[in-house]
């Protein structure tokens, strides 16, 4: 088995790195990357069984997939979003053969402080910060698709542990630099804060259930109030685990129809 990784940039470089350290054969492809081994798919020859990472800016997703499927590859990672819009997105999953595996990378579920919360029962509210220090958002992405993604992954993900569906979505604020996402779905409200203007990178969970609330903090990633200290996991490489492993997590459609409507909100504020 080879892996191959369309894309060496920031995050190409950092699965290069995990996939090599644990002894993987990579190639890797960029046209504009002098360090990478070729420059065009078209260059590489490879084996159905072997892995697949798209690791590109998500406005490429959509033409790449589509050049794998036709050239039969059959284990593909590409990176969030699968693409930029639903439409892409649903055309992607209309065309994949039915023998590929399509992995998308909801880094944040594979998080073991995430997977505790999604244990908890009676949940009422959720309330999340997603507060990012500034960095520059890729052009071809807005602040939605680039970092409410990770929020709006984790909260389908305790929805779904808890057998809850959304019914609406309200979007009062949003530009280019923060969002803020409201929205009940059953007997649960939640309310989201997006932000890209903070001093510093933080995320915070708060679950309020029935008898107890239940906070999660980057600051102490690994400690839950009322739960107590999870064990320590590298959720990159569990996602690589389960990619490996053709283990997929089952629902990028419904991220991708939730980061959908939160799209339609944010663009009225255009």
């Known amino acids: 088995m080879k892996c191959f990784i369309v ?14 350290k644990n002894n993987y054969d990579v190639t890797t492809i960029d046209p504009y990357n002098q360090m990478a081994h070729y420059k065009s798919i ?13 690791t590109t800016p998500a406005s490429t997703h959509h033409s790449i997939l589509i050049k794998l499927f036709s050239k039969g590859v059959k284990n593909i990672w590409v990176e969030k979003p699968i693409c930029p819009s639903l439409e892409d997105t649903l055309d992607i999953f209309s065309k994949k ?11 944040w579920l594979q998080h073991n402080s995430i ?3 999604g244990n908890c029962k009676g949940i009422k509210h959720i309330e999340m910060k997603w507060l990012n220090n500034g960095t520059m958002i890729p052009s071809d992405v807005n602040i939605v698709e680039d970092l409410a993604i990770h929020p ?11 057998k809850k569906s959304i019914h609406a979505i309200d ?24 932000s890209n203007t903070s001093m510093k990178k933080s995320r915070s969970i708060s679950l309020y259930c029935k008898d107890d609330v239940y906070r999660w903090s980057s600051d102490d990633e690994y400690f839950i109030e009322n739960i107590g200290i999870v ?3 590298d959720a990159i490489e569990m996602n690589i685990h389960h990619f490996m492993s053709r283990n997929s997590i089952g629902y990028p459609l419904d991220i991708a ?3 959908e409507i939160v799209n339609k909100r944010f663009r009225t504020f255009d």
């Open 257 to 259: 129809r939730t980061l």
């Open 231 to 233: 064990e320590k996991t």
């Open 171 to 194: 979007v009062p604020y949003a530009n280019e630099k923060s969002v803020l996402i409201n929205g009940k779905c059953d007997d649960i409200s939640f309310n989201i804060e997006v």
């Open 97 to 107: 053969p039915d023998d590929t595996f399509l992995y998308c990378d909801f880094t």
């Open 115 to 117: 997977k505790n919360l």
């Open 42 to 54: 078209d260059d590489v020859k490879f084996t159905n069984d072997d892995r697949w990472f798209i």
């Open 152 to 162: 709006i992954s984790i909260l389908m993900f305790l929805l779904m542990k808890s």
């Open 7 to 20: 894309g060496l940039g920031y995050f190409g470089t950092i699965l290069n790195t995990k996939l090599t």
